[in-house]
């Protein structure tokens, strides 16, 4: 019994920290992004040329790619939460989706974000040189197509946000600011002051209710 509520204990903390650190990392990861009070919609090259000597950037990217576990953790907590009552099958739906969008965003992130690191050993006549296979690789062709999945993320998530509205299992203020957050997170390259934004908001929502998750007794972790 008591190696029962260690365990039980150890798994409310973690998703707890899962709540509390995930939001923080996109926060960190959105701010290092350049030109952010410039924002504007960039193409392939442009995102290409902006991630070359960018340390910052591919130091957020990394945290990002790490920080995918850390939604799956949330999406499975919600399915849990929503599994009693007329959100149970929302939770699910949503929650299936939003765990194939985070493999599809750590997916994204290595194939796009992780290599332009490994890239900064090149010269730069070399990198010229790698520009066609670069620009197929941004523009997504081939099999790299299926990362657009990664809209499945917010998509997952915001059917999630709607179930816990409906359902009051969160309170109104957190399951808005999770909606309007998650809608937001994913806006396209060049406009970080948006994703950064969002990230704030879903830091607004999430990070007193990990701590509120951690600190709960066993007995109101249940109820």
């Known amino acids: 019994m008591k190696e029962s509520t ?3 204990r150890a798994k409310r903390i973690g998703t707890g920290l ?3 650190i995930f939001p923080l990392v996109f926060v960190l990861a959105f701010a290092g992004h350049p030109d952010l009070l410039s924002p504007h919609f960039l193409g392939p090259e442009e995102l290409i040329l902006r991630a070359r000597n960018s340390p910052f950037l591919h130091f957020g990217h990394a945290l990002v790619t790490l920080n995918t576990a850390l939604l799956v953790v949330v999406a499975l907590h919600f399915m849990k939460l929503l599994d009693q ?3 149970a099958g929302a939770g699910f739906v949503g929650g299936a989706l ?3 969008g985070a493999l599809m965003l750590a997916a994204d992130k290595g194939a796009l ?3 332009m690191s490994a890239l900064e050993t090149v010269p730069n006549a070399e990198f010229a040189a790698m520009m066609p296979g670069l620009m197929a690789m941004f523009s997504k062709e081939g099999w790299l197509v299926l990362l657009w999945g990664l809209l499945l993320l917010p998509i997952g998530f915001a059917t999630q946000a709607v179930a816990l509205l409906r ?3 969160i309170p109104r203020w957190q399951g808005t600011l999770f909606l309007v957050g998650v809608l937001f997170v ?3 390259d060049g406009v970080e002051i ?3 934004t969002a990230a704030g908001l879903l830091a607004a929502a999430f990070v007193p209710y990990g701590i509120r998750l951690i600190g709960e007794e066993p007995d109101e972790a249940g109820a």
Request: hydrophobic share 45%; net charge positive; with cysteine.
């Open 98 to 100: 939003a765990v194939m």
């Open 18 to 20: 899962a709540f509390i």
């Open 186 to 188: 994913g806006t396209p």
């Open 85 to 87: 009552g007329t959100g």
């Open 113 to 115: 974000c992780l290599t």
């Open 167 to 169: 359902s009051r299992r």
């Open 6 to 8: 260690a365990l039980d």
């Open 194 to 196: 948006v994703n950064l």
